[in-house]
């Protein structure tokens, strides 16, 4: 999905992952970028074993309804998931992901980038000699 780019560029950076994820918890709201990173992990995954426990582990914490984090996806991806949960491969959540990607990108994003986190984060960058990797 296009209206991401911005936001796969920041998620890609270290120092600008750490910088919004910082700045989600601040806003209390830190369950997306938990769950994004969840998936990272999730998709490095080799061993059947381990995919099957931590895709129940994502599934419990993040997108059953009701789940202690629960995500923003619709109820048709939902249920996609909850079918696949039980025989999960590597690409299970990608679907979710991308979408909760874009809720980011269009809700948290914009605030983050008129944010104390963000302007910390470009002054850390200018010490460094880097140049910023956003470009709008």
């Known amino acids: 999905m ?3 780019e911005s936001m796969d560029k920041l998620l890609a ?3 600008g992952l750490t910088a919004f994820r910082n700045f989600l918890k601040s806003e209390f709201s830190d369950e997306n970028i938990e769950f994004w990173m969840a998936c990272e992990d999730f998709k490095k995954t080799k061993s059947p074993s381990q995919l099957a426990i931590k895709a129940n582990k994502i599934y419990s914490e993040y997108i059953k309804t ?3 984090r629960e995500v923003n996806i619709d109820c048709k991806t939902r249920e996609l998931i909850s079918r696949k949960v039980s025989q999960p491969t590597a690409e299970c959540f990608d679907h979710a992901q991308e979408l909760i990607v874009c ?3 269009r809700d948290s994003f ?3 980038m008129r944010s104390e986190h963000y302007k910390e984060l470009v002054k850390k ?3 460094n000699g880097q140049k910023r990797w956003l470009s709008f």
């Open 2 to 4: 296009e209206c991401c």
């Open 13 to 15: 950076n270290k120092d």
């Open 66 to 68: 009701e789940a202690p």
């Open 103 to 105: 809720l980011m990108a």
């Open 110 to 112: 914009p605030r983050f």
């Open 125 to 127: 960058q200018q010490e």
